[in-house]
Structure formats: C-alpha cells, structure tokens
C-alpha cells in the first residue's frame, strides 16, 4: 500500500478544500472518474504528466481511507 498522506493535499485556500495532488491542482476525484471509465495508469499519466503511478496508487488508497473511515 502506497501512504497516501505525503502525495495527497487538502487545503480550503486550494478549489474549496477538495484533495488534490501535493504540488498540483489536479483533484483526486479527477482521477478516480477516470479509473472507473475503464483508463489505464498510463492514459491518466498522458493526460496529467505531473502525476506518477504512485501519486495514482495513493488516490485508491486515499479512496479506501475514506470508506473505511
């Protein structure tokens, strides 16, 4: 399991507190939409080259997280 506290960001000063990738203003919601129409990690690393599989990894794990919290 990746952590996902050192890759995911939430700041209200940063689109209203939604969790969006450290560095980036790229939302995790972005991504996990993505996952479940069916993209590869590799078609979402083409369309935001900043992010990195692990940064994927964490939004699962940040995902996860939440349901189980």
Same mark, same amino acid.
């Not at 991504?31 to 692990?54: H, N, S, W």
């Given at each position: 399991?990746? %952590?996902?506290? /050192?890759?995911?960001?939430?700041? @209200?000063?940063? *689109?209203? #507190?939604? @969790?969006?990738?450290? %560095?980036?203003?790229?939302?995790?919601?972005?991504?996990?939409?993505? *996952?479940? /129409? #069916?993209?590869? =990690?590799?078609?979402?690393?083409?369309?935001?080259?900043?992010?990195?599989?692990?940064?994927?990894?964490?939004?699962?794990?940040?995902?996860? =997280?939440?349901?189980? =919290?």
């Amino acid at each position: 399991m990746i %952590g996902y506290a /050192d890759r995911i960001n939430i700041d @209200p000063k940063i *689109l209203s #507190g939604k @969790p969006v990738f450290k %560095g980036t203003r790229i939302p995790i919601s972005i991504v996990l939409k993505m *996952l479940r /129409d #069916g993209a590869t =990690f590799q078609k979402i690393i083409d369309e935001y080259p900043r992010l990195t599989e692990d940064d994927i990894k964490a939004a699962l794990d940040y995902s996860v =997280f939440i349901v189980d =919290f």
